[in-house]
């Protein structure tokens, strides 16, 4: 781990799925505090690239690096990306089975050893964060999607990571719901946390993006700041897409 | 009609709906009511009213009577319970099944959940039983293996059974989904095999074929060899039940427990197994009664169980008549035992979806 490299460095990145390739040589470079929005239509393989970097998919060709440490078969540096790469999902997948605030606390307390009575300090000040520290003593599955969602964000915040993916963390929500957890997500970006977010929230992407980044088939088709990007897309794809999305 | 309260009266409609709605549904509710009355006032008669209780009482008094002569469980109970185990030393066997029931029913209970309580209690009680009924030590009589008989050999059996096979259908569980190929296969192999051999085929080949193949360190005794057959058999089937829990648990929980960094045992132990578990129970608690029921069949290799040793209690002159009162008596201890299962089992599921309920 080292801080002053970039925090994730993608080289000619391949996945194949038997003979479907889902990725095609990807080259993506993403610095320490960065905000990227990754967008493009279903099946273009934007989340199959933020799962190769804290590896729940295995890539089968090209390089990943995340603060120089080369992702590889050593297991050691997958669970060393792991602890620093936090995640939150579409489907959120809190764990059921434990309250809101075991949720938060299990990571921290069993991979960074952190004592009881401080994992859950920390775990309160990340509720409060999202706004819903009077759930922390109640089971996922009496919160709304909104809250459960938040609360995935606390979660992944509670073992203070480097870097947090969100892999369209708003699809599943009801209408109602998305901007409480946009919200959330507009704060984190704010406080310069790096973030990598494939959505479709193209409002979000405006308003905290660095970077946009269309992907389609596979591949990187075009890459810029939020304000070319959506004023003057070059590729005729991307403004298909664009108007598909934007259009009504 | 004035005095019923509201919820009353609720219950009452809905009795009349349920069971006397229709034409049809009054004649199934009558007849139902006739049969089930005939039957209890046969047991009744049967057990109780037409039944001998004096302790003392022989075959000829009994036979006076139409009912049931318990004086045979009054003279006979202790060969029932203990088997052929020594005479004398049969309070061993008594306190021995206490040590079992206490230390069972102390592991049901939330409070004792921890692998060091657990593991302390049930080191505990298995040397206590052991030193009890093999005795050899602190002034024991020593009892071999082969006179144990009775409710203790049931318990030792059916307990030695889940404490092995237990955690083996978990381990092998966990191998049938493992990410080699080769392990995954060659676990799925053995599971299939196990489960196509009969159990009384493997009781034989434990109890007699075994000591032919191993090498006599390891033969061991019959008891212990029995035991471990059962064991495997328990295991082969707890583990496909175990599997289909695991497949009821969606993807994204070890998905999000992988991105949050935590390795391999911690992530089964805290995450995966547990819901598993939730979602196995049922078909988990039958598989446990099986398993209780299925202790009787070591007789065939020469253990006399409960049930064979209810076989020995009647089968002197004197009570050959009164196979009916002792297969009831048996048949109560064995209900005693399944039924509490049962409950315990029902708590269980109670007490796992309580949190989890939309409020």
Redesign the interface.
């Known amino acids: 781990m080292d801080l002053t490299a970039p925090a994730i460095e993608i080289r000619n990145l391949d996945k194949y799925y038997g003979a479907f390739q889902a990725l095609r040589g990807i080259d993506l470079r993403v610095a320490r505090g960065e905000r990227v929005v990754i967008c493009g239509p279903s099946g273009s393989g934007k989340s199959t690239m933020i799962r190769c970097i804290n590896q729940l998919e295995e890539h089968d060709g090209g390089e990943i690096r995340v603060f120089g440490t080369l992702l590889d078969d050593n297991l050691g540096s997958i669970d060393e990306i792991r602890r620093e790469v936090g995640m939150v999902f579409q489907q959120f997948n809190l764990f059921p089975h434990m309250t809101v605030l075991e949720n938060c606390t299990l990571a921290p307390m069993l991979v960074r050893r952190t004592p009881r009575t401080e994992a859950e300090a920390v775990a309160m000040r990340y509720l409060e964060k999202v706004r819903i520290p009077d759930q922390a003593g109640k089971y996922p599955g009496q919160l709304s999607g909104g809250q459960q969602q938040r609360v995935a964000i606390a979660r992944a915040l509670c073992m203070q990571p480097e870097i947090l993916l969100f892999d369209e963390p708003t699809s599943a929500l009801d209408p109602e719901m998305i901007a409480e957890v946009l919200d959330v997500m507009v704060t984190l970006a704010q406080e310069g946390m790096t973030m990598v977010c494939v959505t479709h929230e193209m409002g979000f992407a405006r308003k905290v993006a660095d970077r946009v980044i269309f992907m389609d088939n596979g591949e990187i088709i075009e890459e810029a700041p939020p304000g070319e990007f959506f004023d003057a897309p070059k590729s005729e794809r991307t403004r298909l897409f664009l108007s598909q999305v934007l259009g009504h | 009609m004035t005095a019923i309260p509201l919820a009353r009266q609720g219950r009452l409609r809905r009795l009349r709906k349920d069971f006397f709605g229709s034409t049809a549904s009054t004649m199934m509710t009558l007849a139902s009511v006739a049969v089930i009355l005939a039957l209890l006032r046969w047991v009744l008669n049967w057990a109780v009213l037409n039944a001998t209780f004096s302790a003392s009482a022989t075959q000829a008094v009994c036979a006076e009577r139409s009912g049931a002569c318990w004086a045979v469980i009054a003279a006979r109970w202790r060969v029932i319970l203990f088997g052929i185990y020594p005479y004398e030393e049969q309070w061993r066997s008594a306190l021995a099944c206490a040590v079992v029931v206490v230390v069972i029913v102390l592991s049901c209970l939330p409070r004792f959940w921890s692998f060091g309580r657990l593991a302390l209690t049930w080191g505990f009680g298995a040397a206590i039983f052991y030193i009890l009924m093999r005795g050899g030590v602190l002034g024991l009589v020593r009892v071999n293996e082969q006179q144990w008989g009775g409710l203790p050999l049931t318990l030792f059996i059916f307990v030695a059974t889940g404490v092995i096979g237990m955690p083996l259908a978990i381990v092998l569980a966990l191998m049938r989904r493992s990410e080699l190929p080769v392990v995954a296969r060659v676990t799925g192999w053995i599971i299939d095999t196990i489960r196509s051999l009969p159990l009384l085929s493997i009781l034989f080949t434990c109890a007699i074929v075994l000591p032919f193949m191993l090498p006599g360190f390891l033969v061991g005794e019959k008891l212990y060899r029995v035991v471990f057959g059962i064991a495997l058999f328990f295991a082969a089937y707890q583990a496909e039940i175990i599997r289909g829990g695991f497949q009821g648990v ?1 993807r ?2 070890e ?9 391999y045992w ?1 992530r089964m132990a ?2 995966v197994l ?2 598993a578990f ?1 979602l196995a129970l049922p078909a988990t608690i039958n598989q446990f009664v099986i398993a209780f029921m299925e202790t009787s069949l070591v007789v065939v290799v020469g253990f006399v169980e409960l049930l064979a040793a209810g076989n020995t209690a009647y089968h002197t002159g004197e009570w050959k008549f009164a196979y009916i009162e002792v297969y009831a008596f048996v048949a109560a201890i064995y209900f005693a035992f399944v039924f509490g299962l049962s409950r315990y089992g029902a708590y269980l599921e109670a007490r ?1 979806s309580a ?5």
């Open positions: 969606p994204g929980q998905e999000a427990a992988k991105a949050l960094g935590l390795p911690p805290r995450i547990p819901q939730r796992m949190g989890q309920r939309k409020e």
